[in-house]
């Protein structure tokens, strides 16, 4: 993984000081950055939030280091989001969502949805409650 190095380096961190915040041994980043070795999905994961990068730019499948979470504050910073017609309610919602991982983020969409569909998306013959 060679964007590991590259992103351990930008940080002025030794694979010693990586491995502790990582929870891994030094040898193992070592093989992770020669290519002898592949993170699980998990350590991926860590990895990606530890240096506040997307998995594509980590991976190499993007050159795009930043993450939708960046992107959106960098947004909001530009003042090129819609915030602004959001109710307070509707920015508190917002803020929470945002600060939630990943799994987070999937139940409460998931939530959303069911709620959704239940008292807007009536089904056939139904009356919306």
Do not use: W
Not at 7 to 23: D, G, I, V, W
Not at 74 to 94: A, G, I
Not at 113 to 120: A, M, P, S
Request: with cysteine; charged share 25%.
């Amino acid at each position: 993984m060679k964007r590991l190095k590259e992103l351990r380096e930008n940080k002025h961190l030794t694979q010693a000081q990586l491995s502790k915040f990582l929870n891994i041994s030094a040898s193992t980043i070592g093989m992770y950055e020669q290519g002898r070795r592949f993170p699980d999905e998990i350590l991926l994961k860590n990895i990606a939030q530890f240096f506040n990068v997307s998995l594509d730019y980590l991976l190499g499948l993007s050159d795009i280091s930043c993450t939708v979470e960046n992107f959106i504050v960098q947004q909001e910073k530009s003042n090129k989001t819609v915030n602004t017609e959001c109710t307070p309610d509707e920015q508190e919602l917002l803020k929470l969502y945002r600060e939630l991982p990943y799994e987070g983020q999937v139940t409460v969409k998931t939530i959303a949805k069911t709620q959704h569909d239940l008292y807007v998306k009536p089904k056939c013959n139904e009356k919306a409650i």
